[in-house]
């Protein structure tokens, strides 16, 4: 199981915005992080926990291992209002956590 | 670049069997896994399953007892089969790359735009 928190947040454009993904067991850093926009597919951001996914702009990082991961957004741009999603790749299923809308404030 | 497009069915009836396929470009289906998720309409991300190029799959335990997805190297696309549907199967289905880097890292690389299979009589 995969906790995202929170649910949801309101943030103006400029903020720093971090989300958190807690696992319900140890799958060391194998945690990938997507961005979803209204009637799209995701897209991903950060893989291996950490590691950024080719052409993702480098505001966007992540950082965590075992149990407990965030994803940090250092400068909210209008582009990045979306659902955020993490997914767990240790284990099966391969679970998704149940997404953070970031809405503008 | 690698492109993935779902096909199939918009509307399928209770009790009837979902029929999906994924169709791929742009790159071999004869390496990494390939994926199956589904999302309810304004609902949450659940993996569905994959195949390797074998023919090898691997299910949720959730879905199991009714999915078969399978794979057609000759035609390089995937497919999707899900029985007995009601109407909480109702969903955008998308089919993705399982792609993994060189250290053994996997993730969703690539996905399909997604297809929104309606399940009503």
């Known amino acids: 199981q995969l906790t995202q928190s929170p649910s949801s947040l309101s943030a103006s454009v400029g903020d720093r915005v971090t989300i958190t993904c807690r696992a319900s067991?140890?799958?060391?850093?194998?945690l990938a992080w997507y961005q979803q926009k209204p009637g799209e597919a995701p897209k991903p951001l950060i893989y291996?926990?950490?590691s950024l996914q080719s052409g993702v702009p480098s505001r966007f990082s992540g950082s965590g291992s075992g149990t407990d991961f965030t994803l940090t957004i250092s400068s909210l741009q209008p582009e990045d209002f979306a659902t955020y999603y993490c997914?767990?790749?240790?284990?099966?299923?391969?679970?998704f956590g149940g997404g953070t809308k970031v809405e503008i404030k | 670049q690698l492109q993935l497009q779902e096909s199939g069915p918009g509307l399928v009836k209770p009790s009837e069997t979902l029929s999906l396929n994924c169709s791929v470009s742009?790159?071999?289906?004869?390496?990494?896994?390939w994926s199956w998720i589904r999302q309810p309409p304004g609902g949450e991300l659940e993996w569905i399953g994959y195949?390797?190029?074998?023919?090898?799959?691997t299910y949720n335990p959730s879905l199991k007892s009714r999915v078969t997805i399978s794979i057609d190297t000759s035609k390089n696309q995937f497919s999707l089969e899900l029985r007995s549907v009601t109407a909480a199967d109702t969903a955008v289905y998308y089919c993705?790359?399982?792609?993994?880097?060189?250290?053994?890292?996997?993730?969703?690389?690539?996905w399909g735009q997604g297809t929104l299979v309606t399940v009503s009589s």
């Open positions: 993705a790359r399982d792609y993994s880097d060189s250290r053994g890292y996997y993730y969703f690389d690539s």
């Open positions: 742009g790159g071999s289906i004869t390496t990494y896994y």
């Open positions: 195949v390797y190029r074998t023919g090898s799959t």
């Open positions: 067991r140890d799958i060391s850093t194998f």
């Open positions: 291996a926990a950490s």
């Open positions: 997914q767990q790749l240790n284990l099966y299923p391969r679970i």
